[in-house]
């Protein structure tokens, strides 16, 4: 099993910026790649950015944060960021770090944090 904490959400004005982490724990050797996805009120959960496990690390973005938002990790500390700049209102929403782990060889589970609130406002 892998367990996923979030911090570093909360107020932000338009324009400013916000910093997430989630720090995995458990079964972390397991874990083929972390990534943060958002839901706002009234629409479906979206993945945000992603990025896999390994030397070289490879990214990838939602077309709405490309340029905004990067996603960064420390592998030594299990621990995945999200660096959000230039906040914009349709930034606000729940957001949820998650991890890709293998069960077995080849057979992934899923594992969700208990998401951290992001509101930015004008």
């Known amino acids: 099993q892998v367990q996923l904490v979030e911090s570093g959400g909360g107020l932000a004005q338009v324009g400013g910026s916000l910093r997430l982490s989630c720090v995995a724990s458990g079964s972390t050797f397991s874990i083929r790649a972390m990534g943060w996805y958002r839901q706002a009120p009234g629409k479906q959960r979206e993945l945000v950015a992603s990025?896999?496990?390994?030397?070289?690390?490879?990214?990838n973005y939602t077309d709405s944060v490309k340029g905004r938002f990067t996603i960064s990790r420390d592998g030594a500390k299990n621990t995945v960021f999200l660096q959000m700049n230039t906040l914009k209102p349709e930034d606000t929403a729940v957001y949820y770090c998650?991890?890709?782990?293998?069960?077995?060889?080849?057979?992934?589970?899923?594992?969700w944090g208990q998401g951290t609130q992001v509101t930015v406002s004008s």
């Open positions: 990025i896999t496990r390994g030397g070289s690390a490879s990214t």
């Open positions: 998650t991890a890709d782990w293998e069960v077995v060889r080849g057979i992934l589970n899923h594992s």
